[in-house]
DNA sequence: TATGAATGAGACTTCATTCAT
DNA sequence: GATGAATGAAGTCTCATTCAT
């Protein structure tokens, strides 16, 4: 029992730490997560995507959780940088909100809230509460943009948070596999969101 | 939870528990799989809602994701069928969708999309095209409406089967926890969605 | 991913049931149990002894604790058994008692209190309670016996639950290697053991 | 735990925390082993404990079974070294033998022999004879004081190795969970059991 | 002297699936 | 028609140990 086996733990002679492990592994699990969800990305899956073993993603962070909890973080606060960045260029709204879409379009992702009632079980009420702010900010940095907007005149008055929640579900529609998806192409889809998002059905009699 | 309660006066349901096991398991399991998506339903837990033995189950359907399939293929039917019954109530069609959200939020559901992303690794190329076309006999409902509705001069010129699918994406807004949702009822959500859906913001200029 | 790899998990083709395999795992992992601890038994090694795998072993018993609790409760009622089996019999207390000694020290084991101390984390409060109620049995039975020798003037007044627990702690002198033991037979110890119960030191003046 | 308080008058009692890393981690170490036992104690803990990291304590101890060796034989030094303060004070054995068992019912500590084999799986032989040999060191101090006690006529002629054997054995009983130990304090304890050391259980007839 | 980073081995547990009755 | 018993694979997490600085 005593006996060294064929080969002893530990830290390997040499290697080329490209610079920051722990900075990759949330790059690489947070793509991971939004693409796949929680449960179907394996520690093991991660560690093989960052080159590490499972135990180097243990040494960063406690649990599955906690890695989780700091994956959407950082990506929520990434997306909302890229967001206002967009947002701030000069145009008009439609324009502007065209150019988010066509942004969003490229990652793949699964609906966010029904990830975050897949984890609920899994992270603590403070998690919790730092996910729903990451993505709370986002829809408040949208919001501000449709209160802007509203009052120059350029769309009527509404709930501001519901157009951000709203926004962010049409978004979805063009995430969606083309074989299900009424459109036949990235582009036609943004343009079809944003007017949809812009004038609705263009009903005739509002309900009262 | 099982236990025969007093016996309810006049004929029963459906034939007593007894005779239909199959139907009961995919009624049942067709409500997991909605609530908590394919992975974190076990086959233990359908068989014990179901007061069978897991065995049982695989006597009826071959493996979990052809049960998946089925249940959903039977849920998106009676959806269907529900959906079908209000639409073709009378009334002006802000009315009728109105009653439509209402059904739709007193049933807890994940996105169906990302539900059949999560479960298109375990099923056959059939399965999901059984599920899909399932799916999109409520799109083609939805539709059909839709189109009515434009020959009617109700509302304005579109794709009917966009707009179904921005439908269906705005109706998830509707089930999110009170804590994240911008709405502080039921009632109040389902206006705002429909109330949107019918004229978007309101935009000003109209990009062309 | 749908593959079917090299082999099919399930229900071996055959196999030689011998009989009740949960009172085989039962029987075996209590005395690896008693002889190593809790944490040092692996449920790997406790379905290897069996001759099982070690999800087997998960389909009788929910978890480990589990598993130990039923293996303790059902361990202390063969030992409160045999031990009354030899209590019963005709002879003066001492004789009885060399007999249950010399039964005990065939039986390799660990203190029982520290191991109580070391599942204390992993039990329930109703296993623990289990557990110590079965232990209990074994010192109730103790104390009756002493009990009744006190009411025949066999041996002086005194409390026989302490009797009891100092009678099993002197208990594990004997099984201590022969190394470090000031005993060079089982016999030999045996001997000492209840003679030093009986008398004590012999010290001559009695601390008031 | 490690914040200095208000700074006591007098000369600081062993040099500052600074000097000896080495000998804290022992005294620490010793602590932890002796409460929780070999397995339970990760060397993570004894790290975080003093207050270093983990590859410290490596720097110093080559590995987990060498400091658990070092642990125990420093820690046995040190209880025999202040079991010999007690004993060489004047007074009765008794009434010397229950201060003996006052302060060794003040620390928390498993059972040693069960710890012993619970290592001896982890530890070379010369480890296991350097704490056998710690240990003996006590139980030659306690049998000296019972050859003594012999000589002067105050206990009867008995081997007095395992005279200290019963002694240690004896012991046990009082640091049980009031739960189940048969007294409802310390003091009553310590009496009871010297009480019972000294005389045993009176019995009438001695087996010969 | 001290430590941050990394790792292989192994532990407990869950689950879909299969076979014999 | 239904089920009890059994299993392989995989997942999360812990830990003693090592190396380079």
């Known amino acids: 029992m005593n006996k060294p086996s064929k080969r002893q733990p530990g830290r390997p002679k040499t290697s080329d730490t490209s610079q920051n492990v722990k900075e990759q592994i949330l790059a690489l699990s947070s793509r991971l997560f939004m693409e796949h969800g929680y449960e179907k990305v394996s520690l093991d899956a991660i560690a093989d995507a960052c080159g590490v073993t499972k135990a180097s993603v243990y040494y960063y962070f406690h649990n599955k959780a906690e890695l989780f909890t700091a994956s959407i973080v950082m990506l929520m606060g990434n997306v909302r940088h890229q967001t206002k960045l967009i947002l701030d260029r000069p145009g008009s709204l439609p324009e502007r909100l065209r150019e988010v879409v066509r942004a969003y379009l490229q990652v793949r992702h699964s609906d966010f809230e029904s990830m975050l009632r897949e984890v609920r079980p899994h992270v603590t009420d403070e998690q919790m509460a730092a996910m729903r702010q990451a993505e709370g900010g986002i829809h408040e940095l949208m919001a501000e943009t449709f209160r802007d907007a509203m009052s120059k005149g350029e769309i009527g008055e509404a709930n501001p ?30 343009d079809a969101i944003v007017a949809f998002f812009c004038s609705g059905t263009h009903a005739r009699d509002l309900m009262e």
Chains 1, 2, 3, 4 share one sequence.
């Open 161 to 190: 948070l519901f157009l951000s929640h709203a926004f962010s579900a049409l978004l979805m529609i063009g995430g969606r596999e083309l074989e299900t998806s009424p459109f036949s192409s990235r582009e036609e889809a943004a």
